[in-house]
Structure formats: structure tokens, C-alpha cells
């Protein structure tokens, strides 16, 4: 993306500054600027959408949601991936600071735009206070400084695109937190499932020892076998007590995007994941991305800012302008005392003005380079996650239909193998190993998919879009 300014310096300064003083008088310029400068109604429609859109921000972002005071009552049964989305966004103080840096940013706009004050004077002769001779001297000052015809709007076409700008960080701050609730959601539900798998398997090796034991008492095996099935069984209890920490964690990281209490309790997660895809191509998801993405719109609305900049910088070789009015009563003739007149800068810091224009410019090539370098990113994970997706729905299908049953039949085997005393007990425990590996790799698995599809709706600009369906979207 370019922008190009065609315009000769020196055409501005010598030929239409004098074109234009030449064509009208001095005074009737200086009188008309009042009115020219007034030529921002075309940005104010704009001002007051954005003041709308900023009066409605702080609302859910889809009714569908459950608001945060059910979700907090709903501590007996499984909260849902939207709800704890929607009540981060409802009450995480981040999202609060990027909406009030966008207000900040809008309320540069009527600065911007509005003259400089008035300015009075007034002056009198202390002699002729009591002077019998003499008028009493005074004089009475008044003058208003106009900025030549453009620049004020100008200035508010800048500070309304910094303002989207800003709203665009707001959009994207909004994301990003989702995106961060929805892979906590992800990890809580992981951790749940891998402390129930764990207590199965707590169990499971409980009746292996008491197999042992039997065993031994029989004389069947040695009694290294009750001894190792003790150690397997602690390893087993530690393990359920790393993962009861672990769940602690997770759930004092998901109260702090609440914003309360870390040890405040959460319900219970979902019990199970159902695997789902995408049916976009990434062709669409990529032109979507284009489209949607905040990041990327605030990136155009600072380019927009850029070259309305260089409008500005282009600007600055006009004069501004500045209207003055007294009553003088120290003339010495009565119809002098009244007089108007009118002063301007006379613009001739060149170099000065040279530069700024150089630096709007090279502003604006920087942000389309970084706009640019942002595009291919962009592109380029919409195609990795979708790939993502598409390897994990397989090894998830995989490992339902038929790596986990299969180890389930081989341990089945060891067992009664080793009851009847044709397997070792190293290999029933190896096959309690293996199938306790592949159980705790199904739900990491539906844990990596929500994560990836979730990583998909902040790619492509969404908020629970892919990752939790229909229900509730953006």
C-alpha cells in the first residue's frame, strides 16, 4: 500500500500563495476564515458513531452467553467454555484499561479541532487619569487566531483514525482474553480428566497388589512381585497428588482473568470433548481473516492517520491567519480610536517543513511494511492451524477406534496371564502403563484440538467461533 503527494514546494509557496492573496483582498480572506474553518462536519458524523459504538462496548458480546452472576450460582454442575469466556470479558480489568485508552483517544478529537481562545488586552495611561487637557487614554484589544482552511479538519480526520485505531486495540485486547479463557478452559478440562483416569488406574493397581499378594501367599510368584506392585502404587497416589496441585493452579490462573479470589471454587468442567472440524477452506478463512482481523484494521487506520498526516505536513506551507480589533482613544483624531486589521505567519522555515513531510512519509511506508509482514503471518497460521486441526481430529479418531481398545484387550490379557501365571508381573504392569499413557493422550488430544480451533478464531478474528460452534459467536 502507497500513498503519493505530487506537489511542488515551490508552486506552493510562490505561485498559489500569491494566486491566492492576489485574487481577493487581504481582509476579505481574513474575514472568510472564520466560516472555512469550520469544515469539520464531515468528520463529526464519524466522531459520534465512534462515541456510540464506545457507549455500547461495555455490553456481553452475544446475549446467547450466560451473564457472569448465573455462571458464579452454577457451582454444581458444568459450566460451559462460553460462559467463562463471556465472564472474563465482562469482568477482566485489562479490557476495561484498552476501553478507556480508546475514550482517551476519542477525546482528542474536539481538541483538535477547535480554535485557539480569543485573546483580550487592555491597556491605559496613568497620566491622563487626572489630565484636564487630555481624554482618558485606553485601549481595548481583541484578536482570534484562524488556521488556514483545512488544517483544523485535517488534525480531526488524524485524531479520529488514531481513535479507530484504538478501537481496533479494544476489539483485539477482546480476543486475545477469550482466546487466553478458552485455553484455560482447555487445561482445566485436561486436568480433571487426567486426575479421574489416574484414581481408575489408583484402583486398578490396588487389585493387581491384592493379586500379588494372593499369589505370593500361594507361593505362585517371589516377594519382589507385592513389592513392586507397592511401588507402582505410590508413584500412582503421587502423581494423583501433583495433579490435585496442578488443578489448583489452573484455577487460580482462571479467577485472576476473573478477577477475584484465586482459591475461589469453579463448577465442574465438561465430562467429555466432542470432536468437531472445520468446514471452511482456508482460502475463505484467510480472505476472513483479512477482513476481521483487529490487529490488521488498526494497522490501516494508523495508515490513514499517516496520510492524512502528510495532508497536514503538505498544509503547513500556508500561512495561518489572525483577525485584531481595538479602540484606542490615545489617537489623537476620534475616527482613529476604532481600527481592524489582520496578521499571518509568513512561511519561510523551508527545511523545517521539508522535514516533517519526509517523516509523515516515512512513517506511512513503515506501517505499510508492517501491515504487510502482518498479512503473510496471518495467512500463514490460518494454513498451520488448520492443519493442526486436521492432524488432531485424526489421531483423536485414531485413538477411539483403535490404539485405546486394543490396549485395553492387551491388558486384559496380562491380567489374566498373570493370574494364571504365564506372564510376569513386569508385563502387566508395562500394558497398566501403556494403557494409562494412551487414556491420558485422549483427552490431551480433544484438549489440543479446542485449543487449536481457538487459536483459529483469533486468527481468523473471531470469538468462539470455531471453538465452541454456533452457540455463540462474533
Not at 495611561?125 to 483545512?150: D, M, N, W
Not at 489448583?248 to 469453579?266: Q, Y
Amino acid at each position: 500500500m502507497g500513498y503519493k503527494h505530487n506537489i511542488n514546494l515551490s508552486n506552493l509557496y510562490s505561485k498559489k500563495l500569491t494566486l491566492f492573496f492576489s485574487k481577493f483582498g487581504v481582509g476579505t480572506c481574513a474575514l472568510a476564515l472564520g466560516f472555512l474553518c469550520t469544515a469539520c462536519s464531515s468528520t463529526r458524523y464519524e466522531y459520534e458513531r465512534m462515541l456510540t459504538n464506545f457507549k455500547y462496548s461495555s455490553k456481553s458480546i452475544n446475549d446467547c452467553c450466560s451473564n457472569t452472576e448465573e455462571y458464579e450460582l452454577e457451582l454444581n454442575s458444568p459450566f460451559s467454555r462460553s460462559e467463562l469466556v463471556n465472564a472474563v470479558l465482562s469482568v477482566n480489568p485489562s479490557l476495561e484499561s484498552a476501553r478507556q485508552t480508546w475514550r482517551g483517544m476519542l477525546a482528542k478529537y474536539p481538541q483538535v479541532i477547535s480554535w485557539d481562545d480569543p485573546t483580550a488586552s487592555f491597556m491605559f495611561a496613568p497620566g491622563t487619569i487626572t489630565s484636564k487637557t487630555v481624554l482618558f487614554g485606553q485601549e481595548t484589544a481583541l484578536s482570534q487566531k484562524f488556521p488556514f482552511p483545512g488544517k483544523l479538519s485535517t488534525r480531526g480526520r488524524i485524531a479520529l483514525a488514531e481513535a479507530g485505531s484504538s478501537e481496533e486495540d479494544y476489539e483485539w485486547v477482546k480476543i486475545q482474553l477469550a482466546t487466553a479463557a478458552s485455553n484455560l478452559f482447555d487445561d482445566y478440562y485436561l486436568i480433571e480428566r487426567a486426575i479421574e483416569i489416574n484414581q481408575i488406574h489408583i484402583d486398578l493397581l490396588k487389585d493387581i497388589k491384592e493379586s500379588a499378594n494372593s499369589q505370593y501367599a500361594s507361593g505362585i510368584v517371589n516377594a519382589q512381585v507385592p513389592l513392586q506392585a507397592d511401588v507402582e502404587l505410590a508413584k500412582l497416589e503421587y502423581e494423583q497428588l501433583s495433579l490435585a496441585t496442578d488443578r489448583e493452579v489452573i484455577i487460580a490462573k482462571i479467577n485472576t482473568l476473573l478477577h477475584r479470589d484465586p482459591s475461589f471454587p469453579l463448577p465442574a468442567s465438561p465430562k467429555n470433548f466432542t470432536s468437531i472440524g472445520v468446514s471452511e477452506t482456508v482460502g475463505q478463512l484467510q480472505d476472513e481473516a483479512l477482513q476481521n482481523r483487529p490487529d490488521l484494521r488498526a494497522i490501516r487506520a494508523q495508515i490513514g492517520a499517516a496520510a492524512s498526516t502528510i495532508d497536514l505536513a503538505y498544509l503547513e506551507y500556508f500561512p495561518d491567519f489572525e483577525v485584531k480589533g481595538s479602540y484606542n482613544t490615545m489617537w489623537p483624531v476620534p475616527s482613529m480610536f476604532t481600527s481592524v486589521g489582520v496578521g499571518f505567519n509568513i512561511p519561510i522555515q523551508l527545511e523545517r517543513r521539508r522535514g516533517a513531510v519526509d517523516e509523515a512519509r516515512a512513517n506511512i511506508k513503515r506501517l505499510s511494511s508492517k501491515h504487510d509482514e502482518l498479512v503473510d503471518q496471518t495467512l500463514a497460521d490460518v494454513s498451520t492451524i488448520l492443519k493442526r486441526v486436521s492432524l488432531a481430529r485424526e489421531y483423536i479418531e485414531i485413538l477411539q477406534d483403535k490404539i485405546i481398545p486394543t490396549a485395553k484387550d492387551e491388558l486384559e490379557v496380562a491380567i489374566v496371564g498373570f493370574e494364571a501365571g504365564q506372564n510376569s508381573f513386569l508385563v502387566l504392569i508395562e500394558s497398566e502403563r501403556t494403557l494409562r499413557t494412551l487414556e491420558l493422550q485422549l483427552p490431551t488430544a480433544l484438549a489440543e484440538l479446542y485449543r487449536q480451533l481457538a487459536l483459529l478464531d483469533q486468527a481468523v478474528g473471531y470469538i468462539l467461533h470455531f471453538s465452541e460452534g454456533d452457540q455463540c459467536h462474533e
